[in-house]
């Protein structure tokens, strides 16, 4: 092995979100990739990017990757639906050399993969919705499929809360899951790093037959083709536990990170975008 490969081996995987969304990735990624360093950022002061205008969130996705540069990642993981729709080009040029994926595709794959009747249902935020990106990327694998997307707004500042078993996040999800759900789909992709904490919800509201993809566990598997692709997975075995970077609030995401990964109480670092 070469030195350059050798050190890339021991870089970490550079994983971001606006929030604590892309937590969600990084439990994907520990399971599939349980022996690579893992350095995430989480934007947590300007969380939600979802409302936001696209000029707003390709600004952020450069300050984003720029953040993660500083640790010289061999991956950069976009772990925010939003920013894949919107801005995976920025990111892109953001960080010259090194290989970049997205939930975006990743998820959009393994919908057009799962569909049995070739109607897939995508939630998201505003701006990944109103984008079209799913339906594009799913249309590119397959153009007899048809899309019909649902912005669920709400179901992000519920997740941030640790709403998870709350009767009101049951109420917003049957008021946003209805319409969807009448449009005879067999496959609907949670596009947004936050839902997958509702998934329990999401699953009870729209009921058995309908196979919920989860982008983070597809993103996870890509990162995996990829490392392994390009020889660049860790060659020591031994796990640890991921750095944590966040804008704001580091407290209240340590608290956070403790419910929805079931793990003692992480450090989490405040750093200034
Ligand atoms: N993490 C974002 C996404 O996956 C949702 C939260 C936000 O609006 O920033 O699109």
Same mark, same amino acid.
């Given at each position: 092995m070469s030195i350059i490969n050798c050190q890339l081996t021991q870089s970490p995987i550079g994983i971001f979100d606006s *929030?604590?969304?892309g937590l969600t990735v990084v439990k994907a990624i520990q399971a599939a990739l349980p022996f690579e360093r893992i350095i995430y950022f989480g934007d947590t002061a300007r969380v939600?990017? *979802?409302?936001?205008?696209q000029v707003t969130i390709r600004k952020y996705a450069a300050d984003d990757t720029a953040m993660l540069m500083r640790y010289q990642p061999k991956i950069i993981v976009v772990a925010c639906n939003t920013v894949s729709a919107l801005a995976l080009d920025v990111v892109e040029k953001s960080c010259p050399g090194i290989t970049v994926t997205g939930v975006l595709k990743a998820g959009a794959k393994l919908a057009a993969k799962a569909t049995r009747n070739n109607r897939i249902g995508v939630i998201g935020t505003q701006a990944t919705v109103s984008s079209n990106a799913y339906g594009r990327a799913i249309n590119e694998l397959n153009p007899d499929i048809e899309v019909f997307s649902r912005a669920c707004p709400l179901f992000v500042p519920l997740a941030e809360e640790g709403f998870i078993d709350h009767p009101a996040t049951k109420l917003i999800a049957e008021q946003y899951l209805s319409e969807i759900t009448?449009?005879?789909?067999?496959t609907l992709v949670l596009?947004?790093?936050?839902y997958p904490i509702l998934r329990k919800v999401i699953e009870e509201t729209v009921g058995p037959d309908i196979r919920i993809i989860d982008s983070a566990e597809a993103v996870a598997f890509r990162t995996r083709e990829l490392l392994t692709e390009s020889g660049m997975?860790?060659?020591?075995r031994k796990a640890s536990a991921p750095h944590l970077l966040v804008s704001d609030l580091p407290q209240k995401f340590s608290m956070l990170y403790q419910l929805f990964m079931g793990s003692e109480m992480p450090d989490v670092e405040l750093v200034e975008v």
């Open positions: *929030g604590i969304g939600p990017y *979802g409302p936001k205008s009448k449009e005879g789909i067999d596009g947004c790093t936050h997975l860790a060659s020591a």
